[in-house]
């Protein structure tokens, strides 16, 4: 009997946690209380939001520094593919006033967390994000995704050719709009195009070696789009 109670209740938790995921798919609640908390920029405030998933949120806890002794704003959320981003990115990103946005998206898409994705379908995602940017004054950053052999919890979906794929058609995306392109995915993809193994332990997220790699280039971005007219 303690056995089958013990069963019943965590297929009960199992249907609650669920069911509110499913009421709130793109997890706007994530950062309510800290978007609601923020004062508006000051007058000599470069504020920039990071909006992505898993590897941007744990940009965040692994060098917090990074994030607090600059401008920057984490908004990732693990897991998050870019149709889950493009619904809060009004409140997540729009609403929060930033000069500059930068855009790390897609890895999830391809690990199909939300469902059956095509590249057009993920690249036409990050174009809206970006197109919301402009519209609303925003400079954008658009980031490669970084490389990517074998997803550890969805195995056998070959995703490195994919991901290359994808990162053409965003580096094309931000030419033809002059939009400033990150490059994360040249010096940290190995020979098979996954990542490298001293710079992550699980061969898609980055650990702090690789976060050490992707801050100069990000910055560097950063600038460069801050100085475009």
Known sequence: MIVYKRSLSIILLCIVTATSQAQDWPNLKRYQNENAALTSPKLDEHRIVFMGN??????????????????????????????????????DVIDLNPVAVVILAGTN?????TGPSTIKMII??????????????????????????????????????????????????ANDHDIVYVDYFTPMANSSNGL?????????????NGYLIMEPLIEEGIRKSLENK
């Open 54 to 91: 898993s590897i941007t949120e744990g940009w965040g806890k692994k060098h917090p520094e990074f994030f607090m002794n600059n401008a920057y704003i984490n908004r990732g959320i693990g897991g998050q593919t870019t149709p889950q981003m493009l619904l809060r990115f009004r409140q």
């Open 109 to 113: 898409d391809i690990a199909e967390n």
């Open 124 to 173: 036409n995602n990050v174009i809206s994000m970006a197109e919301l940017a402009k519209a609303n004054n925003i400079k954008v950053v658009l980031c490669s995704v970084l490389p990517a052999f074998e997803f550890p919890w969805r195995q056998g979906l070959e995703p490195a050719g994919k991901v290359v794929r994808l990162n053409a058609l965003i580096k094309k995306y």
């Open 196 to 208: 490298k193994d001293e710079l992550g332990d699980d061969g898609i997220h980055p650990n702090i």
